[in-house]
């Protein structure tokens, strides 16, 4: 059976550091310091040795556009409804005659 082996203290009686410390949100939000991610640092590094290179071509971000500023595309969107509704319409007026009045309307119409 493996035991636990406190040879790394010098002084054994002496008391633990830490034993009183508590690792709690406030105490690690008080933190002084904090590490960034991964990315961060490689891209630090990286930029140390080579500098990046000249983005002012790039255009600035565009906000998004919310619904209510689509203009002729909202428009569009209004007639694909109207055009949606009317064609549920008229197939619950062809369900509701059966099939047998309907292919007697065709008949007597063409």
Do not use: C
């Not at 009183?20 to 040795?49: C, I, N, P, Y």
């Not at 002012?56 to 209510?68: A, D």
């Amino acid at each position: 059976m493996a035991t636990l082996d406190d040879s790394h203290n010098t002084t054994p009686n002496e008391p633990d550091p830490f034993e009183g410390l508590v690792l709690d949100e406030d105490f690690v939000r008080g933190a002084t310091h904090q590490e960034g991610s991964a990315r961060a640092r490689l891209l630090a590094s990286k930029w140390q040795r080579e500098p990046p290179e000249d983005t002012s071509w790039r255009p600035e971000p565009t906000p998004p556009r919310r619904w209510y500023e689509r203009g002729p595309l909202r428009r569009r969107g209004v007639r694909r409804a109207v055009l949606a509704v009317a064609v549920v319409a008229v197939l619950l007026v062809l369900a509701q005659a059966g099939p047998a009045d309907v292919l007697g309307w065709i008949g007597n119409h063409v």
